[in-house]
């Protein structure tokens, strides 16, 4: 029986007017769900954004604390033509809200002897890059971003925003797949181009940075190299936030709503159909459709009861494999390190074995390589003057490793510490005046991650495309998924995507319409 909605409560389908637009239910406001609900909207839909933290972002929130702004998740931003498209459908432009400049290098790689390889778009600096630490390389080097292109073309441009409803849709992309020799590492392609360990390291690690072990993600994901030279790497002025709260301001223009401190419990069901979300608070909110940006594998194993998954059951949830989790510092510093970039890879003495600790052993190791994140370098309103914002993230086992970070978390902290002022930042120790952490628990208890797994279900070919969670559900209808845990992957490219993915299966408001109007009112 349908009752009267609660105040405050956002009404049931069948209490709303002839003219009331369907109504579409995003949980939760990263990137792929923001990106969900613009596209959705665009698209005749009411919508309401759910958000379980208490400000938009999810693992783009953004921390700000003794005058310093600390950007949580994401901070490499390419392929900005995603972004132009999202405010293109609001009838506005990107450059309008959001400054984007471009970072050059992208990265500095810093190897363990101490030499260092600066990566970028510049085709003649990166064979010059090439050739002084490897001149046979180069036209090895060349090839590789050849395959890289060719793996673009169709991994991304063919492939990266439509739907795997069906294993013939798998069949059918199979055989380019196994042409662009999908069945290889990214690490196994790259050794077939370059002979220098060092260069296979620059051309593999881009898999880390959406959640994949280099020896074991396909290599598909090697389509990173040319998307990077083709659109650079940009940052956000005022944070990757100002993209968050650009993207809210595109939803409330086309009469959104993005709702904070809203955790969803549960995906309702009616005659094998989602209905709408019951909150922990108890409230329920219909919706036509659903579309949840939540981690995949936390969507099916705690929103939606066993009894509607026929699929994604527990058993296939806890044996499926995950990412690995990160251990980020965020730390301000008194003073200014103006000779370190804006992205630096800091490696240390172990690649190979390090990654297998990681994600076959579950072993926290006592070795680390570090991404460090140095955003002041670009915009120093993101800390007081005279001072430097960072983050640092290292690599690490997800929670299946058994480490107690409520115990660990300060220690390894130390360590990372200890390592980056013996080599990038100097003094650091004596330098630091604020500081916050963000370990594998919080992902899983603050972020809702499965096993506290930072980018979701592995990278690997049996986990890509029609093997890994539908954006349509197998399970039931009207739900849909977006984000890293669903088609096509993590990275800000891949949560985009996965949203474009919306525009082919998702109805029209309008093809709703009908069936809506019919509802007693």
């Known amino acids: 029986m349908l009752t009267l909605p609660l105040p405050g409560t956002l009404p049931s389908p069948a209490w709303r007017g002839p003219r009331a637009r369907p109504h579409a239910v995003v949980i939760g406001s990263g990137f792929g769900g923001l990106a969900a609900a613009v596209r959705l ?9 759910l958000e379980k933290l208490d400000a938009p972002g999810g693992r783009a929130y953004v921390h700000r604390q003794d005058g310093f702004t600390f950007d949580a998740g994401p901070t490499v931003i390419t ?19 959001i400054d984007l400049r471009p970072v050059s290098p992208f990265y500095r790689i810093r190897f363990d002897d101490g030499a260092s390889f600066d990566y970028s778009g510049d085709a003649a600096a990166m064979r010059a890059e090439i050739a002084r630490f490897s001149p046979g390389d180069v036209a090895g080097y060349e090839r590789f971003l050849a395959a890289s292109e060719a793996i673009y ?15 013939t849709d798998m069949a059918r992309v199979l055989p380019e797949l196994l042409k662009l020799e999908g069945y290889r590492s990214v690490y196994a392609l790259a050794c077939k181009h370059v002979q220098d360990e060092r260069l296979r390291v620059v051309l593999t690690f881009q898999s880390l940075l959406v959640g994949g072990n280099p020896f074991a993600t396909t290599s598909i994901y090697c389509l990173i190299a040319f998307l990077e030279r083709r659109f650079g790497v940009h940052f956000a002025m005022g944070g990757t ?6 993207l809210v301001g595109l939803i409330e223009g086309q009469g959104g709503s993005v709702r904070c401190n809203q955790a969803v419990a549960e995906i309702m069901v009616q005659r094998k159909r989602a209905c709408g979300v019951r909150l922990a608070s108890g409230q329920e909110i219909a919706a036509d459709v659903v579309v949840s940006n939540a981690d995949s594998a936390w969507t099916y194993r705690h929103l939606l009861a066993p ?55 579950k072993l926290l190791a006592e070795d680390f390589s570090l991404y460090l994140h140095r955003p002041t370098a670009t915009d120093p309103s993101l800390a007081p003057p005279g001072c430097d914002a960072f983050y640092v993230l290292s690599p690490v086992p997800h929670l299946q490793s058994g480490t107690d970070w409520a115990r660990q978390a300060e220690p390894y902290r130390r360590a990372i510490e200890q390592r980056l002022e013996a080599t990038l930042l100097p003094g650091l120790s004596q330098q630091v005046v604020t500081s916050r952490l963000l370990t594998p628990q919080d992902f899983q208890d603050r972020l809702s991650s499965f096993r506290g797994a930072a980018f979701g279900l592995e990278p690997v070919l049996s986990q890509s495309a029609w093997f890994r969670p539908h954006n349509r559900s197998e399970e039931i209808d009207r739900l849909y998924l977006v984000g890293a845990g669903t088609h096509p992957g993590a990275g800000l490219p891949g949560v985009l995507s996965s949203a474009r993915v919306l525009d082919t299966v998702v109805p029209h408001a309008d093809a709703l319409s009908d069936t809506l109007s019919a509802l007693p009112a």
Not at 41 to 49: H, I, K, L
């Open 41 to 49: 909207g665009a698209r005749g839909y009411r919508v309401s954004v």
């Open 79 to 97: 392929a900005p033509f995603l972004l132009e498209e999202l405010w293109s459908l609001c009838g506005r432009r990107l450059a309008n809200d």
């Open 153 to 167: 073309k169709v991994g991304f441009e063919q492939l990266g925003h439509v739907p795997f409803d069906s294993w």
């Open 241 to 246: 936030g100002s993209l968050v709260q650009g």
């Open 307 to 361: 009894e509607h998954r026929r699929r994604w059951t527990d058993r296939r949830i806890e044996k499926a494999r995950y990412s690995m989790s990160l251990f980020v510092w965020y730390f301000g510093t008194r003073r200014r390190y103006p000779d370190v970039a804006h992205h630096t890879i800091a490696l240390g003495p172990r690649y190979r074995e390090l990654l297998g600790d990681i994600f076959d052993r």
